[in-house]
């Protein structure tokens, strides 16, 4: 069966800070990747999605940036943190697009920036 | 943008039939319907999905307007475990992108 992991889990880190949140997928290959955030209270906003390696789509200009360095391994990154960066983020995956195949989700991470 | 319109909260007795009501008035013929659920700091959860039929599983069943601008996701016999943030969102095939909105906060009361 196909399982997805992300950490850590919850993270405290300082403004200016950079970042770094992994998300691994087992059980499927060539799988679509997916980061969300969440803000307190709000509901999920679309970040990057990645249909291969190498191959990221940006859906909101923003301080973070996604990397696929490899089949089922996605990460999402920031040079230096900002306030507003706080909240839960989401990894997911899914497969064949042409299907009315669904969306899985990871168990998020928490970001706190102080 | 999301394609979906949802009340914001809605509360249902335990044991009850919970009807969480979803328009998507401007869906197109090749969008699927997808409801999943979020409880407070979890990843959303799958639950159902639907194109022009009426759907039932183990969780719920989806109910889908002949003109399919609507529809209703249904638990059948809601627990306080149901407690949680209720999304409706459609996608088209062929597409990656699944949109979600702000959702229904359904709070079940014993």
Not at chain 2, 33 to 46: C, F, K, T
Not at chain 2, 61 to 74: A, G, Y
């Amino acid at each position: 069966s196909q399982t997805i992991h992300q950490w850590p889990a919850t993270l405290v880190q300082p403004v200016g800070s950079p970042l770094s949140l992994e998300c691994t997928v087992e059980g499927t290959s060539n799988p679509n990747l997916y980061w969300y955030r969440q803000a307190a209270g709000r509901g999920l906003q679309l970040l990057f999605y990645s249909v291969g390696i190498g191959q990221i789509s940006s859906e909101v200009p923003q301080n973070l940036s996604a990397s696929r360095p490899q089949d089922r391994q996605f990460i999402l990154s920031s040079k230096k943190l900002l306030l507003s960066d706080s909240g839960f983020y989401l990894c997911a995956w899914s497969t064949d697009i042409r299907l009315g195949n669904t969306i899985y989700f990871g168990e998020g991470s928490w970001l706190t920036v102080v | 943008d999301a394609k979906t319109t949802q009340p914001p909260s809605m509360d249902c007795a335990e044991g009850r039939a919970a009807n969480l009501p979803c328009n998507h008035s401007t869906i197109s013929g090749n969008e699927y319907v997808y409801w999943y659920r979020q409880i407070h700091s979890q990843g959303p959860q799958y639950i159902i999905h639907g194109l022009k039929n009426n759907e039932t599983n183990e969780m719920a069943s989806l109910i889908i307007t002949e003109d399919r601008k609507s529809s209703t996701l249904i638990l059948p016999h809601a627990t306080l475990r149901d407690t949680a943030v209720y999304y409706c969102i459609v996608r088209a095939s062929g597409t990656y992108k699944y949109i979600f909105g702000t959702g229904t906060r359904l709070k079940v009361l014993a």
